[in-house]
């Protein structure tokens, strides 16, 4: 079976694959989309459950993921080597999702349903191994749906402080440099918005009791 | 100390990064206060399932999507296609093998299916067309006139984008899997055969052709397609016979129990027809007994009574979609 294709991966991907980020990024400034390709790659799961966590809702999610590498294919020019790429490309995540919210206004429709379903099977996998009644599987996907509600009330600035602390295991310095604010800033606001969870679970007592 | 100021050092108590006078004011504070106790404890509870959140993965389509985007950029804005001139002329001047005709099959190729995408985007209905003119009359795939080139079918608004089925006239045995699209956006496309899987994408003036072998005398190859375009997601499966058979042979079965997708591929199977279909085939059709029937009849014996509608496009050639 062959395939010819106007995106079809070439013959060389597998090279790649074992390149590091700066050669990547050098090939990326030089114009071969494929070395971008291995970056998308590299970190479009990141990208894109972080992009989830923030917006709260699987379209938004990919809309936004999808700019971000866009703009950051576009911009890959202005990217130095003295900061991670990762580090870099949550901040532009961040600025596409803060661009989007300022064009719309009003606070996005969360379709929790949508995320929810999608989550279900990583939740049962998850929670497999240790062989949970229905009831238990029920329960954990119950919370799940509870915290994320709970997350997508917080302010934005709290929701991406706190997704990038715990959910993508950035550090405090790393989250300043992401946010562009002081370290200090980004440790109240982190106290915040885990106070902010802790009194919303709070009028939740029969799940997290 | 008071309430607030005791809640604001939560983290910096439970990072242990508080310095030790305040730690114990704080500590005083917890024992005395139960408010603040109760609001400390779900505070770590918070923290501990924060870090239980599952991972969630973009769809299987999202990389291709964005190259998509990457390409086109760089390509700069494709040009606006007029979608009925697009590629028929190679669509039309598939050549067709001697041997072939000579068997009596006539042309296999050809046929385009497509899915029009209606807006509004999120809540849009996607409904098939055929991009000649509809059901009445079958592609003619040899007809080049142009004067029967379709008629416009509101191109602005047309988001389609499907495949041809064709053998490979230079390989016997195989079959030319053409994915093509009308939509301005390029079309991330992933494609399951038999299990091994390719991504990539199609531009209005770029189709992508998969060759894939038959299968084996007596079973059928079943391929599945997955299309996004923008936030658009469709599916088509189609299944592919060892060998394409006359249109007019007869069989005569029962079947119970089955789903969509296990009669097409018994019918596929039995006649030799290639089927390409759309949507969710995991339907159950009931009982449905087909006496000494063609294809035509089998599939409508088969699909009617769950909604769905087959087309015979060319010979051997037949497209299942729901009746609107
Ligand atoms: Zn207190």
């Given at each position: 079976m062959s395939e010819r294709s106007a995106g079809a991966k070439a013959g060389s991907f597998g090279d790649y694959e074992q390149l590091g980020e700066n050669v990547l990024i050098e090939r990326c400034k030089s114009g071969d989309t494929a070395a971008f390709d291995e970056i998308v790659r590299r970190f479009e799961k990141r990208v894109f459950n972080y992009a989830l966590r923030v917006t709260g809702n699987y379209n938004d999610a990919c809309d936004v993921a999808q700019e971000a590498f866009i703009r950051a294919f576009h911009s890959i020019q202005t990217f130095r080597g003295d900061a991670k790429f990762a580090t870099w490309i949550y901040r532009i995540v961040t600025n596409v999702y803060l661009d989007e919210r300022k064009k719309h206004k009003s606070h996005p429709t969360i379709s929790l349903d949508d995320t929810i379903e999608l989550e279900e099977n990583s939740v049962t996998r998850q929670i497999e191994d240790s062989?949970?009644?229905?009831?238990?599987?029920?329960?954990?996907?119950?919370?799940?749906?509870?915290?994320?509600?709970?997350?997508?009330?917080?302010?934005?600035?709290?929701?991406?402080?706190?997704?990038?602390?715990?959910?993508?295991?950035?550090s405090y310095e790393e989250i300043a440099e992401i946010l562009d604010l002081p370290i200090g800033t980004v440790k109240s606001r982190l106290n915040r918005a885990r106070l902010a969870i802790a009194e919303m679970l709070e009028s939740e007592p029969e799940l997290f009791g | 100390m008071n309430c607030k100021k005791a809640r604001d050092l939560f983290s910096a108590y439970f990072e242990n990064s508080i310095d030790a006078s305040r730690g114990t004011e704080l500590e005083h504070h917890l024992a005395e206060c139960e408010a603040c106790n109760r609001t400390y404890e779900r505070f770590k509870y918070a923290i501990?399932?924060?870090?239980?959140?599952?991972?969630?993965?973009?769809?299987?389509?999202?990389?291709?999507?964005?190259?998509?985007?990457?390409?086109?950029?760089?390509?700069?804005?494709?040009?606006?296609?007029?979608?009925?001139?697009?590629?028929?002329?190679?669509?039309?001047?598939?050549?067709?093998?001697?041997?072939?005709?000579?068997?009596?099959?006539?042309?296999?190729?050809?046929?385009?299916?497509?899915?029009?995408?209606l807006p509004p985007l999120r809540t849009g209905i996607a409904s098939l067309f055929w991009a000649q003119k509809p059901a009445e009359t079958p592609i003619s795939t040899l007809d080049q006139d142009s004067a029967r080139a379709p008629k416009p079918w509101t191109p602005e608004k047309?988001?389609?984008?499907?495949?041809?089925?064709?053998?490979?006239?230079?390989?016997?045995?195989?079959?030319?899997?053409?994915?093509?699209?009308?939509?301005?956006?390029?079309?991330?496309?992933?494609?399951?055969?038999?299990?091994?899987?390719?991504?990539?994408?199609?531009l209005a003036d770029k189709p992508s052709e998969i060759r894939v072998p038959a299968p084996h005398s007596g079973s059928v190859r079943v391929v599945h397609v997955a299309w996004s375009i923008g936030e658009w997601g469709r599916y088509q499966t189609i299944f592919l016979p060892s060998k394409l058979q006359s249109r007019t042979a007869t069989r005569t079965f029962e079947i119970e129990q089955a789903t969509v997708s296990d009669v097409l591929r018994k019918i596929c199977k039995d006649y030799g027809v290639a089927i390409i279909a759309w949507g969710n085939l995991g339907k159950q059709i009931g009982y449905a007994q087909v006496y000494q029937a063609t294809p035509d009849d089998a599939l409508y014996e088969c699909l009617s009574r769950v909604g769905l509608k087959a087309y015979g496009v060319a010979s051997s050639v037949y497209a299942v979609e729901p009746v609107r």
């Open positions: 062989t949970p009644s229905p009831d238990e599987i029920l329960q954990t996907k119950e919370r799940m749906r509870v915290l994320q509600r709970v997350i997508n009330a917080l302010p934005d600035y709290q929701r991406i402080i706190i997704t990038l602390y715990h959910v993508e295991h950035r | 501990s399932i924060m870090e239980s959140l599952p991972e969630v993965g973009p769809p299987r389509s999202f990389r291709a999507g964005v190259m998509a985007r990457v390409e086109s950029a760089k390509r700069g804005v494709p040009a606006r296609v007029r979608w009925w001139r697009l590629d028929w002329q190679r669509v039309f001047t598939i050549r067709v093998p001697a041997r072939v005709a000579a068997v009596g099959l006539a042309v296999l190729v050809a046929f385009v299916m497509s899915l029009q995408f047309t988001n389609g984008s499907g495949l041809i089925v064709t053998l490979d006239t230079e390989s016997p045995g195989v079959y030319l899997l053409r994915l093509h699209t009308k939509s301005l956006k390029p079309a991330a496309f992933e494609i399951d055969v038999s299990g091994t899987k390719y991504s990539g994408y199609v």
